[in-house]
């Protein structure tokens, strides 16, 4: 049901100064158009695939060069050190 201000989804909006704008749209566009804006997105894309798998490798990476640093690797044997020196 469509209210006042709504169209339906097989009509096209009133023109300003008369009855609705007639397109050449084939039926079966339609039907499939009207069923491609009810549905929700179920998921991603494989475009959205790709770049999801881009950003965990580089961010992998980035990790990857940050723990392997030497102040990282320093700081954490520093750290096993000291917890160790307080067990003896």
């Given at each position: 049901?469509t209210g006042?201000?709504?169209t339906?989804?097989d009509?096209?909006?009133?023109?300003?100064?008369?009855p609705p704008?007639?397109?050449?749209?084939?039926?079966?566009l339609?039907?499939r158009?009207?069923?491609?804006?009810?549905?929700?997105?179920?998921?991603?894309s494989?475009?959205?695939?790709?770049v999801g798998?881009?950003?965990a490798?580089?961010?992998?990476?980035?990790?990857y060069?940050?723990v392997?640093?030497g102040?990282?690797?320093d700081g954490?044997?520093?750290l096993v050190?000291?917890?160790?020196?307080?067990l003896?």
């Amino acid at each position: 049901m469509t209210g006042p201000c709504d169209t339906a989804l097989d009509e096209e909006p009133p023109a300003a100064d008369g009855p609705p704008a007639e397109r050449p749209t084939p039926r079966g566009l339609r039907a499939r158009w009207a069923r491609v804006r009810a549905a929700g997105e179920a998921g991603m894309s494989t475009a959205e695939y790709a770049v999801g798998t881009v950003a965990a490798c580089a961010f992998a990476a980035v990790l990857y060069r940050v723990v392997t640093g030497g102040s990282v690797v320093d700081g954490l044997s520093a750290l096993v050190a000291d917890a160790l020196a307080t067990l003896s």
